[in-house]
RNA sequence: GGCUGGAUGGCAGAGUGGUCAUGCAGCGGAUUGCAAAUCCGUCAACGCCGGUUCGAUUCCGACUCCAGCCUCCA
């Protein structure tokens, strides 16, 4: 890419668009705070990782090289509480975990981060990041064995979320704990429990807080600045807050350029949530709809929005992706950048989109755009740029990590095939009956045949080129 | 109560100080033995009240409503 405008990011920190200049020219250094591995991964967990897969697809496409790390929390007190009630060792039930977080991601076309750092493997760098903070008067350890950090110490606390500490401690609901200096301390090191996992520290043995975490393996892995760190929508406070608090206290430095958050998931107006127990699994979905329904639906709003999950915007859904896949079905796309630029500016503008805080909703728009080119090319009976039209459309939509099927297999509906009974087989064993209907001019028979189909959910299609099925939706 | 966002046509969802979002749905036409798909055309919106302006859905202020965070949560 050639110079390009220049690519803005909205920073939580500045509530702004901003012109994005990352440390180091060409290279970017991105955080993503990753899942608690108790559960399967629900569809807000998807949300952040297909938008954070996306953003990652277009820097790399820009031209910069990423290193992108999502770190996995593997030791907290809800996965004590699980593998208990599971009767299994939190190892197992980690692993269990991480493994059907890995095969989820893999269908929503999300692509493994360069690095997937675990709590565990980093505890000799939090107890390290712990000491400094002691030393510098940031933390403190109390007489129940935590260690806690001194929120009021670190003058600048609550710049991400415009927190006024004097005013979040009249309003606050949190129980008073007798052991910290303050209401407002948060643990750093959290004394174990006599039969829980622990690790041997100076101040005895115990477990890591839940913040500190993501200091300790994003520093390690990408320095004390780095470029964009990111998350959900509700990490800000207090997660990103109290990680802001460790590392600027413990190293002096600024800690995060920009701050990226995406947004809520909901169902009836409601955020998908565990402790509200609205939520559907990434698995529950993809019983029902192609994968790459659920990322089209992730991605065909700004990633900052808020986005209700119903039945009927995974329809819409898939209705929308089936007007691409039938605009590229049985076409052999071939590369010819002059003769698609010779028709027109998708290319541009699909970038200039994507500049724009990753719009891919935008960026859709120029994708039908582009589809209707293709489609009227095709009825002009133009043949290069047909297929020129339909590279140039796999290609950008390649871009968000979209239009990458097989057309044929999607919308045959392969994912969707299993529950039915139908057979391929007999749907062509029928095609050819009605064809032979058709020769004889009988066309009740050949109707007769396409609704019998069409009662089992199969259209056909005839074309100059003969009788074609897709699944209907 | 404090702090963030948001309110756009039947639905979803971008965006803009003054002619187009886009997709689905609808309507009319082309095409088709029929149908589907496709193409062409078409309908339709900016929560409410003020202000700034020649002109505001877009900027400013008030209001109403919705959501999120303030407690583990992506």
Not at 3 to 29: C, D, H, M, W
Not at 38 to 54: I, N, P, Q, S
Not at 166 to 175: C, H, L, N, P, T
Request: glycine share 6%; proline share 3%.
């Amino acid at each position: 890419m050639k110079s390009l405008p220049q690519l803005k990011i909205y920073n939580t920190l500045t509530r702004k668009k901003e012109v994005f200049t990352p440390l180091e020219a060409g290279k970017v250094k991105m955080y993503v705070c990753g899942i608690t591995v108790y559960d399967l991964c629900h569809l807000g967990h998807a949300r952040v990782m297909v938008a954070f897969d996306m953003i990652t697809r277009y820097l790399r496409t820009r031209g910069y090289e990423v290193n992108y790390v999502r770190n996995i929390t593997d030791i907290d007190d809800k996965i004590l509480k699980r593998a208990d009630e599971n009767n299994e060792t939190i190892g197992e039930l980690t692993e269990r975990m991480i493994k059907a977080m890995h095969e989820d991601e893999a269908k929503l076309g999300v692509l493994r981060p360069d690095s997937e750092p675990r709590a565990t493997a980093y505890i000799t760098e939090i107890i390290n990041l712990i000491q400094t903070l002691e030393e510098k008067g940031y933390a403190y350890a109390a007489s129940n064995g935590d260690v806690y950090y001194r929120v009021r110490k670190f003058e600048n606390y609550g710049q991400l979320t415009n927190r006024n500490l004097d005013e979040m401690q009249a309003g606050s609901r949190v129980e008073v704990d007798s052991f910290k200096e303050d209401p407002l301390d948060f643990v750093l090191w959290k004394a174990a429990k006599p039969t829980e996992a622990s690790w041997p520290s100076p101040w005895g043995d115990g477990r890591p807080g839940w913040h500190i975490e993501c200091s300790a393996m994003s520093t390690c892995c990408l320095g004390n600045t780095f470029d964009i760190h990111g998350g959900g929508p509700d990490l800000p406070f207090p997660h990103h807050e109290n990680e802001i608090a460790q590392s600027e206290a413990a190293t002096g430095q600024k800690y995060v350029n920009t701050w990226m958050h995406a947004g809520a998931v909901r169902v009836d107006q409601e955020k998908m949530s565990k402790s509200l127990g609205n939520f559907f699994t990434i698995r529950d979905v993809l019983e029902k709809y192609d994968a790459e329904v659920i990322r089209y639906l992730l991605l065909a709003s700004h990633y900052r929005s808020a986005i209700n999950y119903a039945e009927s915007a995974l329809q819409d859904a898939r209705k929308n992706l089936e007007r691409f896949y039938t605009a590229l079905q049985n076409i052999k796309p071939v590369e010819n950048a002059d003769l698609v630029a010779s028709a027109g500016e998708w290319r541009s503008q699909f970038f200039s989109a994507m500049d724009d805080d990753f719009n891919t909703p935008e960026a859709f728009a120029v994708l039908f755009d582009l589809a209707r080119s293709l489609n009227r090319a095709g009825l002009q009976d133009d043949q290069p740029l047909t297929e020129a039209l339909a590279f140039e459309l796999r290609d950008l939509g390649g871009i968000m990590g979209m239009l990458q099927q097989d057309a044929d297999d999607f919308l045959k509906g392969k994912a969707l095939t299993r529950q039915q009974s139908i057979n391929p087989d007999v749907i062509e064993t029928l095609i050819e009956k009605r064809l032979l209907a058709k020769q004889d001019r009988n066309f009740a028979e050949a109707d007769r045949i396409r609704e019998e189909l069409e009662s089992q959910g199969i259209l056909l299609k005839d074309t100059k080129d003969g009788t074609s099925w897709t699944k209907a939706s």
